[in-house]
């Protein structure tokens, strides 16, 4: 059985969406620790993202260089626009990837 997974802006959020939703999806349990902590019944998931979760690659020129800030270098259009994860947000990108799976 697959559960909703609802995803809030920031820890304290996804806390009041726990307390608050138990009475409709059933009680919450707090589970992970530190940083990576949600909240589960069940019938759903509650985590949080905790700001930006990726960002823009780097474009690179024809090398596979990055390539250096100039206005001669300008305008960069890359054939494809790609995310990386954030290096301190990363391990919650990880967690939430495995929540959605649940």
Request: aromatic share 4%.
């Amino acid at each position: 059985m697959s559960k909703t997974l609802i995803i809030a802006e920031k820890p304290s959020v996804a806390t009041d969406l726990a307390r608050v939703l138990s009475k409709e999806l059933g009680k919450f349990e707090k589970r992970g620790k530190d940083r990576n902590t949600y909240f589960e019944s069940d019938n759903a998931l509650i985590s949080s993202a905790v700001g930006h979760l990726v960002e823009l690659k780097m474009p690179s020129g024809p090398n596979g260089k990055k390539l250096p800030w100039g206005i001669k270098h300008l305008p960069v259009i890359p054939e494809k626009f790609e995310l990386q994860p954030i290096a301190k947000s990363e391990s919650r990108l990880n967690l939430l990837k495995r929540l959605i799976k649940k």
